[in-house]
């Protein structure tokens, strides 16, 4: 079956333009997640979405960032304002909610690459 | 507080020979799972294996071993027989069951590069 996509695959943008990022988790999978992977920082986990749950949003880094999952699908994950220090690969991932059996594996999509200029 | 470490940033080994990447972690909880992922120059991160912290069994697949030793708290991984397609980053991570806490936590990762 289709794996984790995420669009676009390159995102060119000046400081202080809004943007917004895609990503399409595999089919079943009620549980999605939002990283970033930085050069100095390494993989950070940013936003965590459950079926209906209240998302978990403590990893967002200011209040430039947002998430939003729509009909418990597609995530669109939105920066504001751009600044410089936004330029890394933001990946996603999805998961089964079955913690127990499934160990809560995370499948990652190929990113979407940001540069900030 | 969870923690993955990687003390190994960069690895360089020839072709065929086998190579070891080390990953300690720390968590307080009783019950957690350990997992590696493979990080390719295509950037994308798959998955290679997951253990759960009752399952202190090693694993084999293929040329691939994963020794996990709780007393240590290492989640070890070996290569045999090393190969070029081998080369990526290896990124070994750590989540616990306990709710609100879904993420992954990510070691640094290592550089594993396989010369012909």
């Known amino acids: 079956g289709a794996g984790v996509s995420q669009s676009p695959s390159n995102k060119v943008t000046e400081k202080g333009k809004d943007v917004e990022l895609r990503c399409d988790p595999i089919s079943g999978h009620t549980a999605l997640y939002w990283y970033r992977q930085s050069l100095g920082q390494g993989l950070e986990f940013l936003i965590y979405f459950q079926g209906n749950s209240a998302p978990d949003k403590s990893g967002l880094p200011s209040d430039r960032f947002s998430a939003e999952r729509t009909g418990g699908s597609v995530s669109t994950l939105t920066i504001q304002r751009t600044q410089q220090e936004d330029s890394a690969v933001y990946l996603c991932?999805?998961?089964?909610?079955?913690?127990?059996?499934?160990?809560?594996?995370?499948?990652f999509g190929p990113g979407t690459r940001l540069l900030v200029l | 507080a969870q923690k993955v470490t990687q003390a190994q940033t960069e690895i360089s080994v020839v072709e065929k020979e086998d190579v070891t990447l080390d990953c300690v972690y720390e968590t307080r909880d009783t019950t957690y799972y350990l997992f590696w992922y493979k990080q390719p120059p295509s950037g994308e991160l798959v998955f290679l294996i997951r253990r759960n912290s009752f399952d202190e069994q090693n694993e084999i697949s293929g040329r691939y071993s994963w020794n996990f030793q709780k007393s240590t708290s290492s989640f070890n991984f070996t290569i045999t027989a090393s190969q070029v397609v081998d080369s990526a980053v290896y990124f070994c991570a750590l989540r616990t069951i306990i709710q609100g806490a879904q993420k992954l936590v990510f070691g640094q990762g290592t550089r594993l590069t396989i010369n012909p």
């Open positions: 991932a999805s998961s089964l909610a079955r913690i127990r059996t499934s160990g809560g594996t995370q499948y």
